[in-house]
């Protein structure tokens, strides 16, 4: 089975991303390769589910592990302790010891965040292996061993790092995935370029159309480069030291949006892309990024569909929820800013210098 693979570099905990198109059939010996368990727990969500856990299932069975699919239900709810819980009961029920399963997290984020928290608390670490099915997995939250869960009061607040042993990709089961849900993943393979590769940059302006059509003649390389540079920057910065927040570049403002819409109605992506072109043109305000550089990141994302302008709330509220983000009062926000396209810095800023009064309109 012909893959592409990206190495993750982590001395002892280095693991390879694999990639192909109709591949998903392959999982079960590259996970035999990575694992002694003789247990494999398949995760996963309803939509996934139906169309990719019974060719995962078998995959795994024809490489000798006895399996078990577990699912949650579709949707961030599913991140919660509850279902973690849920999870370490099905584990111990059967059985399970340190070494004897490895959970498969087939799904998006959600699922791979969940897995990957179990993974990580379980017998305080079994191995997980990410088989993301969601662009933004793919690209995004299935490299770095970031996993967790949600609480009441906020977002991802527990959690572990926990790399995976393995990241196995399929491009093709991006042709189940909601056109919606390929728009929001778009922004943050857009976040990529924009931060790190002038080139990928160029490249999506050219070919962006044949990439929403999921073309593997482009998908592919562009899926490739994507994870090489989310392992790059993991790779010399696996706990977020400094390079990684780079990668929370149109966060600030992206987080503020979907804290004031309450998480409903706007996805991440969607957000995303709304705080990179504020981002974009508060670099040039800052005399960071040349004129022009907000322009041209707009127009890639709106060739994309993804909503570009930020919905209009106070900016009081917006300053609220800025500062929601922060660890500690009057600290001020590491906000990254573009110097041009294709690179990026981090400039510590007051939330009032994040969002000076008159730039969000006169009204407001
Ligand atoms: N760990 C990290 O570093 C990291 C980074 C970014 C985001 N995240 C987390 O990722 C989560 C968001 O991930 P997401 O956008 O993938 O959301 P998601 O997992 O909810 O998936 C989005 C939707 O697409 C469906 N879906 C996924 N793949 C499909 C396929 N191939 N065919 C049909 N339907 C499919 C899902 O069922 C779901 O309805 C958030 O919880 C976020 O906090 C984590
Ligand atoms: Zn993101």
């Not at 939250?141 to 607040?157: D, P, R």
């Not at 857009?190 to 790190?196: D, E």
């Not at 322009?295 to 106070?314: K, N």
Request: glycine letters at 10%.
């Amino acid at each position: 089975m012909s893959t592409r693979t990206v190495r993750v570099s982590l001395g002892k905990r280095s693991y390879p991303i694999r990639l192909g198109r109709g591949t998903l059939d392959g999982v079960g010996a590259a996970v035999r390769e990575h694992s002694d368990a003789t247990r494999a727990l398949v995760l996963s969500v309803p939509p996934v589910d139906a169309h990719y856990g019974a060719r995962v299932a078998r995959s795994l069975r024809a490489a000798g592990f006895r399996v078990k699919r577990f699912l949650v239900p579709d949707g961030e709810r599913s991140k919660r302790l509850r279902q973690a819980e849920r999870l370490y009961g099905e584990m111990l029920d059967q059985g399970a010891d340190r070494g004897s399963t490895v959970i498969v997290a087939l799904g998006g984020g959600v699922v791979g965040d969940l897995g990957g928290f179990v993974a990580a608390t379980l017998f305080r670490g079994i191995p997980v292996v990410q088989v993301p099915t969601s662009l933004l997995a793919m690209v995004d939250s299935s490299v770095g061993g970031k996993t967790g869960v949600n609480v009441a009061q906020g977002k991802n607040l527990v959690g572990a790092f926990h790399q995976p042993s393995l990241v196995w990709i399929d491009a093709a089961t991006l042709e189940t995935l909601p056109a919606r849900q390929l728009r929001a993943g778009m922004a943050e393979v857009v976040k990529h370029a924009a931060i790190w590769d002038e080139r990928l940059f160029r490249r999506l302006e050219r070919e962006v159309d044949a990439l929403m059509a999921l073309d593997p003649a482009i998908l592919l390389p562009v899926l490739e480069r994507n994870c090489r540079i989310k392992a790059q920057v993991v790779s010399r910065d696996e706990r977020e030291g400094g390079l990684r927040m780079l990668l929370n570049f149109g966060h600030t403002l992206g987080h503020a949006v979907e804290a004031l819409r309450q998480y409903r109605g706007v996805l991440h992506g969607e957000g995303v892309s709304m705080g990179m072109v504020y981002a974009a043109a508060h670099s040039e305000r800052l005399g960071l990024a040349p004129e022009g550089t907000r322009e041209r990141l707009e127009a890639l994302l709106d060739r994309i569909g993804l909503p570009t302008a930020l919905p209009r709330f106070e900016r009081r509220a917006y300053l609220r929820a800025i500062s929601v983000d922060k660890k500690k009062r009057d600290a001020r926000i590491h906000f990254v800013a573009l110097r041009g396209i294709g690179r990026a810095e981090t400039v510590p800023l007051k939330p009032e210098e994040i969002l000076p009064a008159g730039v969000l309109g006169k009204s407001r």
